[in-house]
């Protein structure tokens, strides 16, 4: 394999219909490692979730194929050691991985780590990677590639990302929740329904009002104090610039339940893959009485089953509605390879 290290998005913007084209066949496929998504993550280093990084991104080749990238960056960790994270650690990529087939995987991991070691110009002391799906071959690759090496390796679950199967229809899905919770699903619905004004609900289809939703949306969520201080004007930036890029790509999937004329309820998520990813969301208090959030919830699921969407994916969080909707574990995790440090000089 031939690896190449580049520092800039613009180096590899020739190659980015070849990544995601590897992405679609890879051991992750979410859309938090699409090359548009990634490059939008690095122009506000996530939203100012980081002071600073230097881009690191090893890419690899083999006979003109595009065989595996590592999307990487240095930076100070949390624990304050000069580590090697993944572009789109920690708060706003929920799924990150290496991107690779299968098969090429061990190969790729190899060759990635002497790269690492013998050609970078920072003196990194750790792989520090956040949310890697605990399904992902990465996790078993790296741990015995380290112990190859003599590295020390560990790894942590570092926060439940749950997910709903769904059947075709909803009445199927309603039925498989308990009774006292179907009950309530529908009880709900049906005071929606009967509301005056009416409850109705749509989804943000043209790019042109895109911007006007997005604020929007920003207010329904800034009726939570945390989500308020999370969306700082970095952040809020950054949020935008990815719905621009989902809905280019035809993944975003932002809805609004509406009573009346008023929004009181919104929902971000990305139509990919097959499945909703529930990325964010937002709530009107003026409309509690109404439970919004839930109503809202209640619909997409039922538009999912409808369009024979094969899960639901609240990603990461273990919030209590969501298992009351029916939701079951999957877990991310935190990997942390630290490598064996050279002999001091006599």
């Known amino acids: 394999m031939d690896f190449q290290l580049h520092t800039s998005f613009e180096t590899l913007a020739p190659w980015a219909g070849t990544w995601d084209r590897l ?19 690095w122009n506000t280093l996530g939203g100012g979730e980081w002071s600073q990084g230097d881009l690191t991104i090893v890419v690899a080749h083999e006979q003109g194929q595009l065989i595996g990238v590592a999307p990487l960056f240095f930076t100070t960790n949390r624990e304050a050691e ?33 790269v690492l070691v013998s050609r970078l110009p920072h003196a990194w002391r750790v792989l520090d990677l956040y949310n890697l799906p605990q399904a992902s071959p990465t996790l078993v690759a790296l741990e015995r590639e380290a112990t ?23 009445e199927t899905y309603l039925a498989s929740l308990d009774k006292k919770q179907r009950h309530e699903i529908r009880r709900k619905l ?29 207010d329904l969520m800034c009726h939570d ?19 621009h890029t989902a809905m280019r790509k035809g993944w975003l999937w932002l809805a609004f339940l509406k009573v009346g004329e008023k929004k009181a309820a919104g ?13 964010n969301s937002g709530i009107n208090r003026e409309f509690l009485e109404l439970s919004p959030g839930w109503v809202l919830l209640a619909h997409t699921l039922k538009w999912a089953c409808e369009h024979g969407r094969s899960e639901f ?34």
């Open 313 to 346: 994916d609240f990603m990461r969080g273990n919030e209590e509605y969501k298992y009351r909707f029916g939701a079951r574990d999957r877990l991310v995790m935190r990997v942390k390879v630290e490598r064996r440090r050279d002999p001091s000089p006599v």
């Open 82 to 114: 000069p580590a090697l994270m993944f572009v789109g650690s920690i708060a706003i990529s929920d799924y990150l991985d290496l991107i690779v087939r299968p098969d090429d995987l061990p190969h790729f991991l190899n060759g990635l780590l002497d």
């Open 148 to 170: 190859a090496r003599g590295w020390s390796y560990s790894s942590q679950v570092y926060q439940p990302a749950p997910y709903i199967p769904l059947p075709s229809d909803f």
């Open 267 to 279: 929902a971000f998520n990305f139509d990919y893959g097959n499945r909703l990813w529930g990325y």
């Open 23 to 41: 992405l679609s066949q890879s051991i992750t496929d979410a859309p938090f490692l699409h090359f548009d998504y990634q490059r939008t993550w």
């Open 190 to 218: 049906r005071r929606a329904a009967e509301h005056d004004p009416p409850v109705d609900w749509y989804l943000v289809q043209d790019e042109a009002t895109l911007d006007a939703e997005i604020e929007d949306f920003f």
């Open 225 to 243: 104090a945390e989500k308020k201080k999370f969306l700082s004007e970095p952040m809020r930036r950054q949020i935008k610039a990815v719905a």
